[in-house]
Protein backbone atom coordinates (compact mmCIF):
# COMPACT_ATOMS: atom_id res chain seq x y z
CA UNK A 1 0.00 0.00 0.00
CA UNK A 2 2.89 2.48 -0.17
CA UNK A 3 3.11 2.83 -3.79
CA UNK A 4 -0.75 3.89 -3.73
CA UNK A 5 -0.18 6.26 -0.50
CA UNK A 6 2.05 8.05 -2.21
CA UNK A 7 0.52 7.89 -5.58
CA UNK A 8 -2.62 9.88 -3.72
CA UNK A 9 -0.41 12.14 -2.23
CA UNK A 10 0.69 13.60 -5.03
CA UNK A 11 -2.13 14.00 -6.71
CA UNK A 12 -3.44 15.67 -3.43
CA UNK A 13 -0.67 18.07 -2.86
CA UNK A 14 -0.62 18.56 -6.84
CA UNK A 15 -4.69 19.54 -6.62
CA UNK A 16 -3.73 22.09 -3.47
CA UNK A 17 -0.89 23.80 -6.05
CA UNK A 18 -3.62 24.39 -8.40
CA UNK A 19 -6.38 25.44 -6.35
CA UNK A 20 -3.54 27.85 -4.98
CA UNK A 21 -2.99 29.19 -8.61
CA UNK A 22 -6.23 29.49 -9.33
CA UNK A 23 -8.34 31.01 -6.76
CA UNK A 24 -8.53 34.51 -6.02
CA UNK A 25 -10.38 33.80 -2.77
CA UNK A 26 -8.17 34.21 0.21
CA UNK A 27 -9.81 32.18 2.40
CA UNK A 28 -10.02 29.02 -0.45
CA UNK A 29 -6.51 29.48 -0.77
CA UNK A 30 -5.77 29.02 2.64
CA UNK A 31 -7.90 25.92 2.84
CA UNK A 32 -5.69 24.75 -0.62
CA UNK A 33 -2.59 24.93 1.82
CA UNK A 34 -4.08 23.12 4.12
CA UNK A 35 -4.87 20.48 1.90
CA UNK A 36 -1.40 20.40 0.95
CA UNK A 37 -0.41 19.86 4.25
CA UNK A 38 -2.84 16.86 4.98
CA UNK A 39 -1.27 15.47 1.58
CA UNK A 40 1.89 15.46 3.16
CA UNK A 41 0.69 13.81 6.49
CA UNK A 42 -0.48 10.78 4.85
CA UNK A 43 3.13 10.15 3.45
CA UNK A 44 4.55 10.89 6.57
CA UNK A 45 2.00 8.15 7.64
CA UNK A 46 2.55 5.15 4.91
CA UNK A 47 6.56 5.76 5.44
CA UNK A 48 6.08 5.14 9.61
CA UNK A 49 4.82 1.59 8.79
CA UNK A 50 7.85 0.47 7.45
CA UNK A 51 10.67 3.17 9.37
CA UNK A 52 9.01 3.07 12.85
CA UNK A 53 6.55 5.32 14.35
CA UNK A 54 8.75 8.24 13.82
CA UNK A 55 6.90 9.59 11.11
CA UNK A 56 3.66 9.40 13.41
CA UNK A 57 5.18 11.85 15.76
CA UNK A 58 6.00 13.86 12.90
CA UNK A 59 2.64 14.25 11.88
CA UNK A 60 1.71 15.90 15.20
CA UNK A 61 3.96 18.38 14.86
CA UNK A 62 2.73 19.24 11.54
CA UNK A 63 -0.67 19.17 12.73
CA UNK A 64 0.12 21.82 15.82
CA UNK A 65 1.95 23.79 12.59
CA UNK A 66 -0.68 23.88 10.40
CA UNK A 67 -3.26 24.76 13.62
CA UNK A 68 -1.20 27.88 14.29
CA UNK A 69 -1.09 28.76 10.79
CA UNK A 70 -4.24 28.81 10.29
CA UNK A 71 -5.00 30.85 13.45
CA UNK A 72 -2.91 33.54 12.23
CA UNK A 73 -3.59 33.35 8.05
CA UNK A 74 -7.05 33.96 9.63
CA UNK A 75 -6.18 36.58 12.04
CA UNK A 76 -4.73 38.40 9.36
CA UNK A 77 -7.18 38.08 6.45
CA UNK A 78 -9.74 39.39 8.68
CA UNK A 79 -7.37 42.62 9.46
CA UNK A 80 -6.96 42.69 5.80
CA UNK A 81 -11.15 42.57 5.16
CA UNK A 82 -11.67 45.33 8.05
CA UNK A 83 -9.32 47.84 6.14
CA UNK A 84 -10.57 47.14 2.82
CA UNK A 85 -13.90 45.32 2.84
CA UNK A 86 -12.68 42.43 0.55
CA UNK A 87 -10.65 39.66 0.58
CA UNK A 88 -10.04 38.90 -3.09
CA UNK A 89 -6.74 38.91 -4.07
CA UNK A 90 -7.24 41.09 -7.12
CA UNK A 91 -8.18 44.03 -5.10
CA UNK A 92 -5.32 43.63 -2.73
CA UNK A 93 -2.19 44.80 -4.82
CA UNK A 94 -0.35 47.45 -2.56
CA UNK A 95 2.69 45.64 -3.00
CA UNK A 96 3.24 45.33 -6.61
CA UNK A 97 5.77 47.79 -8.15
CA UNK B 1 9.04 -5.87 1.74
CA UNK B 2 5.47 -5.25 1.48
CA UNK B 3 3.07 -8.10 2.78
CA UNK B 4 0.35 -9.46 1.24
CA UNK B 5 -2.89 -7.78 1.39
CA UNK B 6 -6.41 -9.32 1.71
CA UNK B 7 -9.04 -8.31 -1.19
CA UNK B 8 -10.99 -6.55 1.96
CA UNK B 9 -8.14 -4.27 2.56
CA UNK B 10 -7.22 -3.42 -0.69
CA UNK B 11 -10.95 -2.56 -2.01
CA UNK B 12 -11.56 -0.14 1.64
CA UNK B 13 -8.17 1.53 0.75
CA UNK B 14 -8.86 2.11 -2.90
CA UNK B 15 -12.41 3.36 -1.68
CA UNK B 16 -11.55 5.76 0.75
CA UNK B 17 -8.44 7.23 -1.78
CA UNK B 18 -11.10 7.70 -4.54
CA UNK B 19 -13.12 9.45 -2.28
CA UNK B 20 -10.35 11.26 -1.15
CA UNK B 21 -9.34 12.06 -4.09
CA UNK B 22 -13.26 12.53 -5.87
CA UNK B 23 -13.87 15.06 -3.33
CA UNK B 24 -10.43 17.17 -3.02
CA UNK B 25 -11.54 17.79 -7.30
CA UNK B 26 -14.34 18.74 -6.02
CA UNK B 27 -13.46 21.03 -3.17
CA UNK B 28 -11.06 22.56 -5.28
CA UNK B 29 -13.49 23.25 -8.19
CA UNK B 30 -16.42 25.01 -5.69
CA UNK B 31 -16.33 29.09 -5.88
CA UNK B 32 -18.36 29.34 -2.77
CA UNK B 33 -16.11 29.14 0.39
CA UNK B 34 -18.59 27.03 2.53
CA UNK B 35 -19.14 24.43 -0.32
CA UNK B 36 -15.37 24.05 -0.76
CA UNK B 37 -14.63 23.63 3.13
CA UNK B 38 -17.70 21.06 3.51
CA UNK B 39 -15.81 19.42 0.65
CA UNK B 40 -12.36 19.45 2.47
CA UNK B 41 -13.94 17.85 5.84
CA UNK B 42 -15.11 15.16 3.34
CA UNK B 43 -11.60 14.80 2.22
CA UNK B 44 -10.04 15.22 5.66
CA UNK B 45 -12.51 12.11 6.88
CA UNK B 46 -11.69 9.73 4.07
CA UNK B 47 -7.55 10.75 5.10
CA UNK B 48 -8.69 10.19 8.63
CA UNK B 49 -9.93 6.45 7.65
CA UNK B 50 -6.93 6.15 5.30
CA UNK B 51 -4.56 6.61 8.33
CA UNK B 52 -6.59 3.97 10.42
CA UNK B 53 -5.94 1.28 7.85
CA UNK B 54 -2.12 2.27 7.85
CA UNK B 55 -1.58 1.38 11.12
CA UNK B 56 -1.82 5.00 12.79
CA UNK B 57 -5.14 4.85 14.36
CA UNK B 58 -4.45 7.91 17.06
CA UNK B 59 -3.05 10.06 13.98
CA UNK B 60 -6.56 9.00 12.64
CA UNK B 61 -8.49 10.28 15.51
CA UNK B 62 -6.35 13.93 15.65
CA UNK B 63 -7.12 14.07 11.92
CA UNK B 64 -11.16 14.38 13.03
CA UNK B 65 -10.72 16.54 16.06
CA UNK B 66 -8.35 19.00 14.62
CA UNK B 67 -8.52 18.93 11.67
CA UNK B 68 -12.15 18.24 10.30
CA UNK B 69 -13.12 19.48 13.93
CA UNK B 70 -11.07 22.58 14.76
CA UNK B 71 -9.28 24.15 11.83
CA UNK B 72 -12.56 23.94 9.68
CA UNK B 73 -14.82 25.39 11.94
CA UNK B 74 -12.34 28.06 12.14
CA UNK B 75 -12.29 28.65 8.68
CA UNK B 76 -16.18 28.79 8.68
CA UNK B 77 -16.26 30.96 11.49
CA UNK B 78 -14.77 33.36 9.36
CA UNK B 79 -16.34 32.96 6.12
CA UNK B 80 -19.32 33.46 8.72
CA UNK B 81 -17.99 36.60 10.58
CA UNK B 82 -16.88 38.27 7.19
CA UNK B 83 -20.31 37.63 5.49
CA UNK B 84 -19.08 35.89 2.12
CA UNK B 85 -22.21 34.74 0.91
CA UNK B 86 -23.22 37.81 -1.53
CA UNK B 87 -22.15 37.30 -5.44
CA UNK B 88 -19.33 39.57 -6.22
CA UNK B 89 -17.19 37.71 -3.84
CA UNK B 90 -18.21 34.44 -5.41
CA UNK B 91 -16.78 35.24 -8.51
CA UNK B 92 -12.64 34.64 -7.75
CA UNK B 93 -11.40 32.38 -10.57
CA UNK B 94 -8.78 33.62 -12.22
CA UNK B 95 -8.59 33.97 -16.28
CA UNK B 96 -8.33 30.94 -18.47
CA UNK B 97 -5.01 31.76 -18.92
CA UNK B 98 -3.97 31.64 -15.36
CA UNK B 99 -6.14 27.99 -15.25
CA UNK B 100 -3.91 26.99 -18.37
CA UNK B 101 -0.43 27.80 -15.95
CA UNK B 102 -1.72 26.30 -13.34
CA UNK B 103 -2.35 22.57 -15.06
CA UNK B 104 1.20 22.84 -16.76
CA UNK B 105 2.52 23.39 -12.87
CA UNK B 106 0.63 20.72 -11.57
CA UNK B 107 1.92 18.51 -14.53
CA UNK B 108 5.27 19.62 -14.14
CA UNK B 109 4.94 18.64 -10.42
CA UNK B 110 2.90 15.50 -10.80
CA UNK B 111 5.85 14.60 -13.48
CA UNK B 112 8.28 15.31 -10.78
CA UNK B 113 6.91 13.31 -8.32
CA UNK B 114 6.86 10.26 -10.30
CA UNK B 115 10.41 10.01 -11.09
CA UNK B 116 11.01 10.28 -7.53
CA UNK B 117 9.09 7.42 -6.70
CA UNK B 118 10.98 5.61 -9.25
CA UNK B 119 14.07 5.81 -6.78
CA UNK B 120 14.95 2.56 -4.77
CA UNK B 121 14.07 2.79 -1.04
CA UNK B 122 16.96 2.59 1.20
CA UNK B 123 16.79 -0.73 2.64
CA UNK B 124 18.66 -0.65 5.81
CA UNK B 125 16.64 2.22 7.66
CA UNK B 126 13.24 -0.96 7.01
CA UNK B 127 12.50 -1.89 10.01
CA UNK B 128 11.49 -5.68 10.94
CA UNK B 129 8.10 -6.38 9.26
CA UNK B 130 5.57 -6.70 12.33
CA UNK B 131 7.27 -3.97 14.05
CA UNK B 132 4.55 -1.87 14.57
CA UNK B 133 1.82 -4.45 15.27
CA UNK B 134 4.06 -5.25 18.11
CA UNK B 135 4.55 -2.27 19.36
CA UNK B 136 0.81 -1.64 19.05
CA UNK B 137 0.21 -4.42 20.80
CA UNK B 138 2.44 -3.63 23.60
CA UNK B 139 2.21 0.07 24.25
CA UNK B 140 -1.53 0.71 22.67
CA UNK B 141 -2.64 3.14 19.92
CA UNK B 142 -1.63 6.24 22.18
CA UNK B 143 1.69 4.45 23.25
CA UNK B 144 3.38 4.14 19.89
CA UNK B 145 3.45 8.45 19.94
CA UNK B 146 3.58 8.69 23.15
CA UNK B 147 6.69 6.84 23.48
CA UNK B 148 8.74 8.58 20.90
CA UNK B 149 7.53 11.90 21.51
CA UNK B 150 8.09 12.30 24.98
CA UNK B 151 11.38 10.81 24.53
CA UNK B 152 13.47 11.93 21.90
CA UNK B 153 11.79 14.59 20.26
CA UNK B 154 10.61 16.25 23.69
CA UNK B 155 12.56 19.12 22.88
CA UNK B 156 10.49 19.98 19.79
CA UNK B 157 7.33 19.67 21.49
CA UNK B 158 8.10 21.85 24.40
CA UNK B 159 9.26 24.28 21.76
CA UNK B 160 6.12 23.58 19.53
CA UNK B 161 4.22 24.74 22.98
CA UNK B 162 6.61 28.02 22.30
CA UNK B 163 5.24 28.44 18.99
CA UNK B 164 1.17 27.73 19.63
CA UNK B 165 1.40 30.66 22.16
CA UNK B 166 3.20 32.85 19.75
CA UNK B 167 0.48 31.63 17.46
CA UNK B 168 -2.33 32.70 20.09
CA UNK B 169 -0.59 36.09 20.98
CA UNK B 170 -0.71 37.25 17.33
CA UNK B 171 -3.96 36.55 16.33
CA UNK B 172 -5.22 37.81 19.12
CA UNK B 173 -3.08 40.91 17.82
CA UNK B 174 -4.41 41.15 14.32
CA UNK B 175 -7.53 40.33 15.19
CA UNK B 176 -8.08 42.67 18.16
CA UNK B 177 -8.67 45.59 15.81
CA UNK B 178 -7.85 49.52 16.01
CA UNK B 179 -11.03 50.98 17.85
CA UNK B 180 -15.15 50.43 17.76
CA UNK B 181 -15.65 54.10 16.30
CA UNK B 182 -14.33 51.76 12.99
CA UNK B 183 -17.28 51.04 11.60
Known sequence: ?97 | MEPHYPLFYVFHFYLFGVIALASSIAFVTRRSPVAAALWLVNTMFSLAALYVMLDAQFIGVMQVLVYAGAIMVVFLFVVMLLNLGHPSELADARGTGWKLVAGLVGLGLLSEIMVILRTKLPQQLVVPRDFNELQLQKLNAVGTIAEPLFKDYLLAFELTSVLLLVAIAGAVVLGRGRSVRAR
Open chain 1, 1 to 97: MLAESLALTAALFIIGVIGVLVHRNAIIIFMCVELMLTAVNLTFVAFSRFYGPAGQVFVVFVMTVSAAEAAVGLAIIIAIFRHRQTINLKDINLLRG
